[in-house]
């Protein structure tokens, strides 16, 4: 492999979001097909449900293009609160596209200040970590949540063949 530590860290956060990978459902194909009643669905009350995992994702890929960019004013990012955003009051298919396409949106940001790094950038602190552990941390974040998404959806599976 002659990539530079750059591309390496491109390749990973596109498979962790939306390209094929070995390890299974990256974050974007366990979202795909949801209806928004599914999204919303909860396995117990004061548990996440999976529109909520789709923000947070969403909020932590914007938080680590702030401390990419070397931007850690209060951020714009268009959801409250910070870490888990609400979901929409009024929850409908074109609200939950829209915040699928927010997700995406953050994810583009994302690969684009990843790939703004120069190779010597990468060991760069911002806050605890340096700028690499932001980049593979996000990747990282989105894989571990892609997991619980696909549990969720199982859960949901088997809790309506237990009714038909």
């Given amino acids: ?8 860290l491109l390749i990973l956060l596109d498979q962790a979001y939306e390209q094929p990978t070995w390890h299974g459902p990256n974050l974007h194909n366990s979202l795909r097909g949801l209806t928004p009643a599914q999204a919303l669905w909860r396995p ?17 890929k914007f938080m680590a293009v702030r401390h990419l960019k070397g931007d850690l004013s209060r951020g714009k990012f268009p959801r ?3 870490n888990f955003p609400s979901v929409p009051e009024k929850p409908s298919t074109s609200a939950w596209k829209e915040d699928l396409h927010l997700l995406h949106e953050v994810h583009l940001e994302l690969r684009q200040a990843v790939s703004a790094l120069k ?33 969720l959806r199982r859960m949901q599976e088997n809790i309506s063949m237990e009714g038909a």
Avoid at 1 to 8: A, G, P, R, W, Y
């Fill in 44 to 60: 117990a009350e004061g548990r996440h449900c999976i529109w909520e995992y789709a923000l947070h994702c969403a909020y932590w």
């Fill in 119 to 151: 190779p010597q950038d990468l060991n760069q602190k911002s806050g605890r970590w340096t700028l690499a552990e932001h980049a593979f941390g996000a990747a990282n974040h989105d894989i571990y949540h892609a997991g619980q998404i696909r549990l």
């Fill in 1 to 8: 492999m002659t990539e530079s530590k750059v591309q390496l």
């Fill in 80 to 82: 409250k609160p910070a």
